[in-house]
């Protein structure tokens, strides 16, 4: 007899957990399984954004790598299976050098995810990009340290390529899309992603700027890095909260700040998010999903 995979009201037990997950041999690992639970786009959200769906099925799904962040919220967007999966945890219990990034990918990968939105409140740190605007990254900068950001920890040696980190073929329709609603959107930018907790140094800060960077955030390594391990599309959408440690005349940024600017545009986030579902395609004409190909060997 087959049992659930997935226990609705909360965490699966050992015998429950185990059974009823129909194994599938895949060459991603071993031990990844698919549930019965079904996606298509997952969303991840984040500081101050812990729902998305009305009335979800609420699951929770057990990796190899542990527990992800919180239960998975699955519903229908636009017609389409959507995964929703709160970084934080709705308690914003995980900051952003403990999340388990390897949980909540592999979770989104095992509902059968293809397609990845990653909304973050990011710091600007040029005085073009203005808070209340937001910024479909193209480029990463990563200087997160110590944290797990691979699923090949061998034997099988794999380097996937990273040089452009977001699926090329989402970003454009994230920009049209934000750009219906008026949203003042900048097309391209490259995300620094600081260890935290802590912001950063003035001296950081300008050294960052100097290279031209226009965006600083704590959660988009490993986390958009660990959906191409596992070739699933992903895209992000940075809304600017704050001018990190401050331009001239402008305080440098604290949490209280971020929250508040976050909160007051939330809807607008959401909002995105709902045209940016209803826009993408069934097909996939980009390259992620193939991301494996020549990796090893
Ligand atoms: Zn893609």
Redesign the pocket.
């Known amino acids: 007899m087959r049992r659930r995979a997935v226990n609705t009201h909360g965490r699966p037990t050992g015998a429950r957990r185990r059974a009823g997950i129909s194994p599938r041999a895949s060459y991603l690992s071993d031990g990844m399984e698919t549930t019965k639970e079904r996606a298509e786009i997952g969303v991840y959200g984040g500081s101050g954004f812990y729902s998305l769906i009305e009335n979800p099925r609420e699951v929770w799904i057990e990796t190899p790598y542990g527990m992800p962040s919180d239960k998975i919220a699955l519903g229908e967007i636009a017609g389409k299976k959507v995964a929703f999966l709160p970084r934080h945890g709705k308690d914003h219990r995980y900051p952003p050098q403990s999340i388990n990034y390897r949980a909540n990918a592999w979770a989104m990968k095992a509902l059968g995810v293809t ?1 990845i939105i990653g909304p973050t409140a990011c710091g600007s740190l040029q005085p073009e990009v203005k808070p209340g605007s937001m910024v479909v990254a193209d480029q990463i900068v990563d200087r997160t340290s110590g944290r797990k950001d691979t699923f090949y920890d061998g034997p099988v040696t794999t380097h996937v390529s990273f040089a452009d980190p977001y ?4 970003r454009p329709i994230a920009v049209d899309a934000l750009r219906s609603l008026d949203i003042d959107t900048h097309d391209h930018g490259t995300i620094v992603v600081i260890q935290g907790p802590r912001f950063s140094t003035r001296a950081e800060s300008k050294w960052f700027a100097s290279h031209g960077w226009e965006v600083i955030n704590m959660t988009n390594y490993p986390e958009s890095y660990l959906a191409r391990e596992l070739e ?3 895209v992000n959408i940075s809304l600017i909260t704050d001018y990190d440690v401050g331009l001239e005349g402008i305080e440098p940024v604290s949490h209280a700040e971020v929250m508040k600017v976050f909160a007051s545009n939330n809807e607008r986030v959401k909002n995105g998010i709902f045209k940016i579902i209803a826009a993408i395609p069934a097909e ?1 004409t ?4 193939s991301a494996l190909a020549g990796a090893r060997g």
């Open positions: 397609r699926c090329a073929q989402l699933m599309c992903y996939r980009c390259t992620c999903g």
